[in-house]
């Protein structure tokens, strides 16, 4: 530049006064070219190419009533206003056990057979209860002939027709036991299911003997088309927990299905070992896939009583123990923003101070964003 100007500028200044004037002006426009050219590519260095516009996701900060959630821990049971305990009420040998643990049963199935010495008792008093019935009847149609004919008082008639109705009283009593307590003439008792459901829990077995009053339950029925998921509530917590509060339960065995429920009953005592307090869901169940003893997880949300600017969770970056989100405000504007958080529920994150209602954020990719920015 300088050997092609100069001399040019030289040889024409006596004819052209003006040359060196255009010179300079030559040289600052040309001094001034690449400047120029490191400006443009320096702002375009951080513009989001057109692929990356389409990757990332842009969100507006809002207001937000605060919410919070506390994750319970607990197990499925089944509702107590629905099962059955099952006691023999005699003692005997188990010849027979129709039900294992876990089948569906219908009402009034046979669950087990029983031979009981109790049971033969009974049938001896029903065949004296139709023998002393037998007896009454002869009786009375003696009686009634002989007054008929004259030869027997009124006394007696009512006496023998009292006899009757003493043996048939009798005679109904130990029937009615029989049809009650499923006794047959071969001295077995039978075993039934007073309700339809599952049996969740089994206590005897083919060829045992069951004592004479004998006081544990040998079966539980219950109906499992709605079940209770019980939780346990720590003592910090209790403030939180309202009745009717809305919750969700999860399950090792079904980690993608999230069946809502409502709290329906607060215990309002606290166990002395672990200083919890007890709450109850009801959930419906009419696929039976929820079954006794599974354990849960309980997300029970609650509501603070204020509002706070809130973003989606995923647009919080944490980085050296502070937190930050990028503000966008076109392809070539991005900046970086540290916030504070107050809290963070689910998919939502609250922020006291950092941004404003209005403001968009990148809550997809924004880390790529982040570390280009700020290298």
């Not at 320096?42 to 207001?63: C, Q, Y």
């Not at 994750?71 to 206003?81: H, S, T």
């Not at 002989?146 to 109904?172: F, G, P, W």
């Not at 998919?347 to 790529?368: M, R």
């Amino acid at each position: 530049m300088k050997n092609s100007i100069m001399p040019w500028v030289k040889i024409s200044v006596d004819r052209y006064p003006w040359a060196p004037f255009v010179a300079m002006i030559v040289l600052l426009v040309v001094g001034c070219e690449p400047k120029k050219t490191e400006d443009v590519a320096e702002n375009k260095a951080f513009a989001l190419s057109d692929t990356m516009l389409k990757s990332i996701r842009l969100d507006t900060v809002k207001i937000k009533p605060v919410n919070g959630a506390l994750n319970l821990n607990g197990k499925i049971v089944a509702d107590e206003n629905r099962l059955v305990e099952i006691f023999p009420i005699v003692g005997g040998n188990v010849v027979e056990v129709d039900a294992e643990l876990g089948d569906y049963v219908k009402k009034n199935q046979t669950l087990a057979t029983i031979k009981s010495g109790e049971v033969a008792e009974y049938d001896r008093q029903l065949i004296e209860a139709q023998s002393d019935v037998l007896v009454a009847q002869k009786n009375l149609s003696v009686k009634q002939d002989l007054y008929d004919s004259k030869l027997s008082s009124d006394r007696e008639l009512v006496a023998a027709q009292k006899e009757l109705e003493k043996a048939e009283a009798s005679l109904r009593r130990i029937t009615e036991t029989f049809s009650i307590y499923n006794f047959n003439k071969q001295s077995e008792y039978r075993l039934k299911a007073p309700i339809k459901g599952f049996v969740i829990y089994k206590n005897i077995t083919r060829d045992m003997t069951l004592p004479a009053g004998h006081t544990e339950s040998v079966f539980t029925v219950a109906e499992l088309d709605e079940v209770w998921a019980i939780a346990d509530v720590y003592e910090s917590d209790i403030s939180r927990i309202k009745d009717g509060m809305n919750v969700s339960i999860t399950t090792l065995s079904y980690p993608g299905d999230v069946i809502l429920g409502r709290i329906d009953k607060i215990f309002s005592v606290l166990d002395p070992e672990t200083k919890t307090m007890k709450v109850r869901i009801r959930i419906p169940n009419p696929q039976f896939k929820l079954k006794p003893q599974m354990l849960a997880t309980i997300k029970a949300v609650y509501h603070e009583d204020k509002s706070l600017t809130a973003v989606p969770s995923s647009a919080i970056i944490f980085d050296n123990s502070r937190q930050f989100v990028m503000i966008f405000k076109d392809r070539y504007n991005i900046e970086t923003r540290e916030v504070e958080v107050y809290k963070t529920a689910d998919e939502t994150t609250w922020i006291t101070h950092g941004v404003k209602p209005g403001e968009v954020v990148i809550s997809h990719n924004q880390l790529f964003i982040y570390d280009a920015l700020n290298d």
